[in-house]
């Protein structure tokens, strides 16, 4: 069996002090204070002298090694024992091969496949526990926004595109109604409902604008009335 070390980091490779400092402050008060989280770098050592983490390059794997706690990018803060593993070093050695293949440099992604998210896969595939909630929380609770508010857009264009189509349909058989009606306008089934053209032309009014009958639709109507002797006053809708 041998020891699984996390060594963790504050992330202070910004290029700015004052950045720095902001996050080395962010960290101190979110996860020394309340225990919440913060913006970390993390690595995870086994056999040997080396931690192992991921990181973005362009080309090639993103997994790469450095001695254990001496990353030269980031500010040391502490290791944490995460277990012992059964496998043997050569196993150890099977496993980097394949994550180096599984986790090339440029899909590296801040929020959803950072060094902590590699971490914790190297981790389960060694058998010891995972990374402790508060290394990555702020990363989950990130990517988890973006996810919802995807979601969110995705049900709202739905949503938009299922009323134009039922709008569509309606109209359609409103206008089907008026055509199939317009041959016999003096039909017991039309007195007292109003002619089924100026149903349409109002429906059609409706979704695309809003508006009630014209006062040209009304006219149009009862001149077509006076054409065949029939006055039948208007229902009102």
Not at 117 to 145: I, M, T
Not at 153 to 158: D, G, K, S
Not at 175 to 183: E, F, H, P, R
Request: with cysteine; net charge negative; proline share 4%.
């Amino acid at each position: 069996m041998k020891e699984v070390v996390l060594h963790i980091y504050d992330v202070t490779n910004s290029g700015s002090d004052k950045t720095n400092n902001t996050i080395v402050q962010i960290n101190k008060f979110f996860k020394d204070g309340i225990g919440l989280g913060g913006i970390f770098h993390s690595a995870v050592q086994v056999y040997g002298d080396d931690e192992w983490s991921f990181g973005f390059c362009e080309q090639g794997t993103g997994v790469f090694s450095c001695p254990a706690g001496k990353n030269p990018m980031y500010s040391y803060r502490e290791c944490i024992v995460l277990g012992n593993t059964n496998l043997s070093i050569f196993e150890v050695n099977q496993i980097l091969r394949e994550l180096s293949r599984e986790w090339p440099g440029h899909s590296y992604d801040l929020l959803s496949k950072n060094c902590n998210h590699f971490c914790d896969e190297f981790c389960e595939r060694l058998g010891v526990q995972k990374l402790p909630g508060w290394v990555n929380r702020f990363a989950h609770a990130g990517d988890a926004a973006v996810e919802i508010a995807g979601t969110t857009a995705f049900r709202l264009r739905q949503a938009k595109t299922e009323i134009v189509t039922a709008s569509k349909v309606a109209y359609r058989f409103f206008a089907g109604v008026a055509s199939n009606n317009s041959a016999s306008p003096d039909s017991p089934g039309n007195s007292g409902r109003g002619t089924p053209r100026f149903q349409a032309n109002w429906f059609k009014n409706f979704i695309t604008t809003g508006a009630k009958p014209s006062d040209s639709d009304s006219e149009e109507v009862l001149g077509q009335q006076q054409q065949h002797g029939t006055e039948t006053p208007l229902r009102q809708i």
